[in-house]
C-alpha cells in the first residue's frame, strides 16, 4: 500500500510539473507574438514615407515599437538627429542569417526628420 501512495505521489507531481511547463510555453510563444507585432515593419511602410511628412501621419502607420528589445535595436545605427524623437523596427521578411535589418524613423517638430535603415548583428 505504501508503494502505491508513493507511485501516486510522484505521478501527481509530474503532472504539476508538466502542466506548469506547458503554460509557461504557451506565454512564451505569446510574448515573442506580442514582441513581433509591437517591432516587426513591413519594408513598404519605410519606403512609404518620406522626409517631411507629419509625425502624426507616419505614426498612424508604424506599429507600437514598445518593448524590451527596444534598446538592442538602437546599438551599431546612425546618431540620432538632435532634439529628436526615434522609434526603432525590424524589418520584416528580412531573410539574412545572423542579421537584421533595422528601420529608424525620427521626429523633430511634428514632422518626420529622418529615416535609416543599417543592419544589425
Do not use: H, N
Not at 6 to 20: K, T, Y
Amino acid at each position: 500500500m505504501a508503494q502505491r501512495k508513493g507511485c501516486l505521489i510522484g505521478c501527481g507531481v509530474a503532472l504539476v510539473l508538466g502542466l506548469a511547463l506547458a503554460a509557461a510555453a504557451v506565454l512564451g510563444i505569446g510574448k515573442v507574438r506580442d514582441i513581433a507585432d509591437s517591432t516587426v515593419l513591413d519594408p513598404a511602410v519605410y519606403e512609404s514615407v518620406k522626409t517631411g511628412d507629419a509625425e502624426d501621419v507616419v505614426r498612424a502607420k508604424l506599429p507600437s515599437g514598445d518593448s524590451f528589445v527596444k534598446s538592442a535595436l538602437k546599438e551599431g545605427g546612425p546618431a540620432q538627429p538632435e532634439g529628436s524623437t526615434c522609434a526603432w523596427y525590424v524589418a520584416g521578411g528580412d531573410t539574412a542569417l545572423g542579421e537584421e535589418t533595422v528601420l529608424r524613423f525620427c521626429f523633430k517638430d511634428g514632422r518626420l526628420a529622418e529615416k535609416a535603415a543599417y543592419r544589425m548583428r
